[in-house]
């Protein structure tokens, strides 16, 4: 079993820039990928960047790509995502998941999930 917390969500103002952290326990995370998912009101929940713990290899969503950057440490069992740039179109509440194996941007591929924390960029 894995528990993941997320932590960093806040009110930033647009092209500001949040750091958002994962902590997981339970686990070693080096057999796992990451994925950070975001639900805004009244949309769907959607990809945003996932990053497969042992190789470091990552992916994004298009709408975040060279904004985002998703990020690992290992020490800390944490894994990070880097928004800089941020858009009205943003805010969401930005959960973190986990699954043992290759990177998925399918979140009903990902058992473990966090309570989520939120972003509000304001335009």
């Known amino acids: 079993q894995v528990q993941l917390v997320e932590s960093g969500g806040g009110l930033v103002q647009t092209g500001g820039s949040l750091r958002l952290a994962c902590a997981g326990s339970?686990?070693?995370?080096?057999?796992?990928?990451m994925g950070w998912f975001r639900q805004a009101p009244g949309k769907e929940r959607e990809f945003v960047a996932a990053?497969?713990?042992?190789?470091?290899?990552?992916d994004y969503a298009n709408s975040v790509k060279g904004r985002f950057t998703i990020s690992r440490d290992n020490a800390e069992n944490t894994v990070y995502l880097q928004m800089k740039s941020l858009k009205f179109e943003d805010t969401a509440v930005y959960y973190c998941?986990?699954?043992?194996?290759?990177?998925?941007?399918?979140?009903?591929?990902?058992?473990?999930w966090g309570q989520g924390t939120q972003v509000t960029v304001s335009s």
């Open positions: 990053i497969r713990w042992g190789s470091g290899i990552t």
């Open positions: 339970g686990r070693t995370l080096s057999d796992y990928a």
């Open positions: 998941a986990a699954r043992v194996g290759s990177l998925t941007y399918s979140d009903y591929e990902y058992p473990y």
